[in-house]
Each structure stands twice: as structure tokens, then as C-alpha cells.
């Protein structure tokens, strides 16, 4: 393996959205690297990199390509091919998989597995009950006293789960995941959990097996529209750090929510080694996990990659080779904030091929575009899906970088269009708060 290190690496990032491209570009930056192809990659990685026409989750394909290839790295951007396996299936071949392997992606993939792993490292998260059956659900819910969260065990695509505010909002949401068919296998057994309060933050951590490293703190917007409102999405605009959970603040978090679950898994034969990404709820009673995921998120990824200095190809073989202890990772101090830009009626139905216009004159020092549907077709930039583009700044602090991404954001054109306009906005409200009662 150390040998690896000195070698120019051919790497497969797997994925079409913008933390893809956001990975690629560091990838491709670093010395280590020689080339790299994407599955199935968008207009944004085909002029860094080579598309290569494989589905996300064809693992069959995703390895047949590599080994043809001489890959040396795949990186997987989203959670389907890990938790289908994909990093067992490339370790057979010989090759290496920045992520873990399928038993501890169902810590994505089974929000039961999640919890009874959490049980056993004594991680804190909101109490629970489990339920295969409608009626039970029903019953238990009828009679409970305050509000519930209610979730499909398995992966739903971010809508597998409801709030609910009273006990009709609940009968309701049992029935809308457990009988509706909308996401078969995945809702067969639910959990009911008590509902948490407080500010939601994301925090991820390269992880080598037994190592946590945490990353600097992100901050999702996961509602569609201002104000946290509307249906949920994939995410419409991320920035790190969140003032909420400084960096000073970031190791005691990974003592309670990344460690004891490393050794957990370590424990059980499975150490984990990739990116754990812990979903929290800061509440009133210290963090507490949401979900965990196995991977970037996307849109949080972008920020927290524009922040990083140092080589990710390095990071991504101390996680696989159980070094991470001797790495030297390096973010910025500054803000970064990137802003997704949507098809208007995104998460439902929206239009495709969407002219998009005016990159060029985006592209500022410190402002990158990201990709994610788009696709170029006879030359010319057109939306090939919900989530467009991710304008993400860095700046010297949040007002700054949220300044430069949306004035970026102003000069792109496509028809059709809706985005966010309040990305950021809990965290300057914190930041002010904190200034006025040091002031
Ligand atoms: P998850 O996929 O489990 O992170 O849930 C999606 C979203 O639902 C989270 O980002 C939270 O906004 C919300 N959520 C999930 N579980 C709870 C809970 N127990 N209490 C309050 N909100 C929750
Ligand atoms: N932005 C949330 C996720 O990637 O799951």
C-alpha cells in the first residue's frame, strides 16, 4: 500500500451530483493523482474529468470498469453503492474504496441498525421504538403524550421521515410511510421516535478504522423554501463552520458521537473507514444524533472542500490504511457558503433542460460552481435534474461569503429557477446575538 502514496493514483469518484464535482476538483488537484473518471459523473466533471457512463449503483459494472482500467481509488460520493457493497466487491479486486464496507453502511442504510448501534456505544440520541406492523404503530402513537418524529428503517431518498406535531399528524404519518407502498422494503419497519428541539448541525469525521478526525462544522438547509419552510429536499445550501458549533467545540462532540460507535464496529470486525457524517440536534441536553450518514453531504461537502487546504488523496489513503493519527489536515479559517440553485417545483415535478448561462461572468476569486443536474448537450449548458448548481464562496467570515455566492448567484441565468434566499441566515442571527451579549 505505501507504495501507493508515491504512485500517480487512477481514481473512480462515483456519482453525478455537486459534491462529486466538488470532490473531483480536489482530487484533481492533488500531486498524487494522475487521472480520473467519473460514474456517471455531469457537465461539471466532464471538464475535469472523464464521464464514464455507468450508473451510481451498478456495482457489478461500477468494478468491472475499474479493473479494466487500472483503478487504484474509488471514491463513492453517495450512499447507494456503499450500502450496496460496493467497497467489499472493490477490495476482492484488489483495489481500494474510500468508504466502509456494507456492514457499516448500515448505519445509513438501517436507521434500526443506527440505533442499536448507538445503544451499544452509549451514544445519545432521541429514545425510540421499533414497529413492523401498522396497527401496533398506530396504537402506540394514539396514546403517546408528546410530539414524534416517525421513520422508515431503510434509505427513502430524505423522505422517509415526518414530524409530527399532535397525534393526528402521527396516525397519519404511519400510514403515509408504512401503507402507502411509496418506499416498499425500505418502510417495512419504522421507528417512532420522541421528537427533539434545538438547532440542527452537521458534523463529519474522516475515520480510519479506529481513528476520528472531525471536520470543521456544516450547517444543511434542508426545506425547500425560506424560513424552513416546505417539503424537504436533498439539501438547498450549506456553510461551515456553523457558529453553533465551533470548531474548539468539535473533539468533545466526536468523544460522544463518532469514537465509542469506531470502536463499536471495530469491536463487532467492521472498522469503519471513510467519512462518518453525524446528523445532531444540539438540545438542551448536549448533542444528540439524528441519523447517521456514510459519506459527504451533499450540499456540504462544497463548503467544507473549499475549506480544506491540504490533500485529500493523502487524507482519503490514511483513512484506508489506518494512518489518519499522522496526517496533517489543514482547513482554512475562512467561511465558506454555497447556495443551490433549483428548478422551480423541485422536490416534486420540475423541467428539465433548462438553458443555464452566464458561468463565465460567476466565476470570481474564491467562487466555484459546482455542478449537479446539468448536462451538455451540442456545446451548450442545460439542467438535467432538481438540484442545478451550487454556487459556494469563501470569505473572510459568513456576511462576506455569503455575499460573494449570491452575487454570483445573481449573474447566472436559467429560466425556471428558485433558490433559497436565506442560506446563512441562522448563523449570522447567532453571531449578532453573541456579539450584542459580549458587547
Ligand atoms: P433524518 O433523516 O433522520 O436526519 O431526519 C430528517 C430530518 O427530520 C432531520 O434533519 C430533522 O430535521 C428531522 N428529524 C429527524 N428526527 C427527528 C427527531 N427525533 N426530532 C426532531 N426532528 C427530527
Ligand atoms: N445534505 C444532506 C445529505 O447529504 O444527506
Known sequence: MENKKSKSLRILVIGSGGREHA????????????????????????????NVAIAADDIEGLAGFARENGIDLVVPGPEAPLTLGVTDVMRQAGIICFGPDKYCAALEGSKIFAKEIMRAANTPTAACRVFDNVD?????????????????????????????????????????????????????????????????????????????????????????????????????????PAPCLPDEEADAVADLVARPVLAELERRGHPFRGVLYAGLMLTADGPKV?????????????????????????????????????????????????????????????PKNLKIEGLDDAADEGVAIYHSGTKYENGELASSGGRVLCATALGDDLQDARNRAYRALEKIKMPHSHFRKDIGAKGLDRLRREKKKGS
Open 23 to 50: 470532490l473531483v476538483r480536489k482530487l484533481a488537484a492533488s500531486p498524487l493523482t494522475e487521472k480520473i473518471f467519473v460514474a456517471p459523473g455531469n457537465g461539471g466533471t466532464a471538464g475535469l474529468a472523464e
Open 136 to 240: 401496533d404503530a398506530r396504537e402506540y402513537a394514539a396514546k403517546a403524550d408528546r410530539p414524534l418524529a416517525i421513520k422508515a428503517d431503510g434509505l427513502a431518498g430524505g423522505k422517509g421521515v415526518i414530524v409530527a406535531r399532535d397525534r393526528d399528524e402521527a396516525a397519519r404519518a404511519i400510514d403515509e410511510i408504512m401503507s402507502s407502498g411509496k418506499f416498499g422494503e425500505a418502510a417495512k419497519k419504522i421507528l417512532i421516535e420522541e421528537k427533539l428541539e434545538g438547532e440542527e448541525v452537521s458534523l463529519l469525521f474522516f475515520c480510519d478504522g479506529k481513528v476520528a478526525v472531525p471536520l470543521p462544522s456544516a450547517q444543511d438547509h434542508k426545506r425547500v423554501y425560506d424560513g424552513d419552510l416546505g417539503p424537504n429536499t436533498g439539501g438547498m445550501g450549506a456553510y461551515s
Open 290 to 350: 439524528l441519523e447517521y450518514n456514510v459519506r459527504f453531504g451533499d450540499p456540504e461537502c462544497q463548503p467544507l472542500l473549499a475549506r480544506l487546504e491540504s490533500d485529500l488523496v493523502s487524507h482519503m489513503l490514511a483513512c484506508v490504511n489506518g494512518t489518519l493519527g499522522e496526517e496533517k489536515i489543514v482547513f482554512s479559517p475562512k467561511t465558506a457558503l454555497g447556495v443551490v440553485l433549483a428548478a422551480e417545483g423541485y422536490p416534486d415535478n420540475y
